[in-house]
């Protein structure tokens, strides 16, 4: 995929988030199993970044947890940035040493790992929850990757989880012609789909089918080492493949 096309996917699931963060959110109010899993055995004195936080569930359930550790949680959409910081802002009244921090960066630049003074440190999780798949183009998520390498603190653990929409017969049906946006099949990479939305809206998004053999080549490209991976979400459970990954030495 050409750098001309990946910015055009990435400005259109930009359009998406803006224009319908109302009726997303709403439809993102729980938790997905898969996300509760990780969450269950998460020190209460760790360190979190959360990469596209979208609605700020992840910070919402972390201080009903009584979670103590450093949180931030990035996302490009400023509309999702307001619902997340005031459904966090009445929980953190409770637990007024909770530290919690929301920060509008855009994933899919070059630089969002050196866009604040919070990123001289380094953090024990970081999460990237149903994110990676919305990046167009090979060359940007190896970058982003990259990024998140070295954010990473030692010993730490990148946890990631990638829609496996193709398990699902009502979501396949979503699937719509590249042609929808002036493109074609030629234009994009293997994996590549354009999928619609018809909740509260209709809009359009890029979304990437990732399958186990691609995510361990990016993680080995990138310095990464798999360490456990599962299939979760949806009522067959498997709408999601969630993986932890540590960085090597």
Not at 113 to 122: D, E, G, V, W
Not at 176 to 186: A, C, R, V, Y
Request: neutral net charge; aromatic residues 12%.
């Amino acid at each position: 995929m050409d750098a001309e096309v990946a910015q055009r996917l990435i400005a259109l699931n930009k359009e998406f988030y803006q224009k319908l963060a109302s009726p997303f959110s709403a439809t993102r109010s729980n938790l997905q199993p898969g996300v509760k899993r990780f969450l269950s055995d998460m020190p209460l004195d760790a360190s979190i970044l959360d990469l596209g936080c979208g609605n700020g569930g992840v910070a919402f359930e972390l201080v009903n947890r009584n979670h103590r550790g450093r949180y931030v949680g990035m996302d490009f959409s400023e509309e999702l940035l307001k619902v997340a910081r005031s459904n966090v802002q009445s929980p953190m009244s409770k637990h007024p040493e909770s530290k919690i921090q929301f920060i509008q960066s855009d994933l899919t630049s070059s630089d969002w790992n050196l866009q604040s003074p919070i990123f001289t440190l380094r953090f024990d999780f970081i999460f990237a929850f149903a994110i990676l798949h919305h990046i167009p183009s090979r060359s940007v998520r190896l970058g982003f990757l990259k990024q998140v390498h070295s954010l990473l603190a030692t010993g730490g653990l990148f946890v990631l989880s990638n829609w496996q929409f193709l398990n699902s017969p009502r979501l396949k049906e979503r699937i719509q012609p590249w042609e929808t946006i002036g493109l074609s099949d030629k234009h994009v990479d293997y994996g590549d789909y354009l999928l619609d939305w018809r909740y509260g809206g209709h809009g359009l998004r890029y979304v990437h089918h990732f399958d186990e053999a691609e995510l361990a080549g990016m993680a080995k490209e990138t310095g990464f080492r798999i360490v456990e991976e599962f299939l979760s979400d949806g009522k067959s459970g498997n709408l999601a493949l969630y993986q932890s990954w540590a960085a090597e030495s």
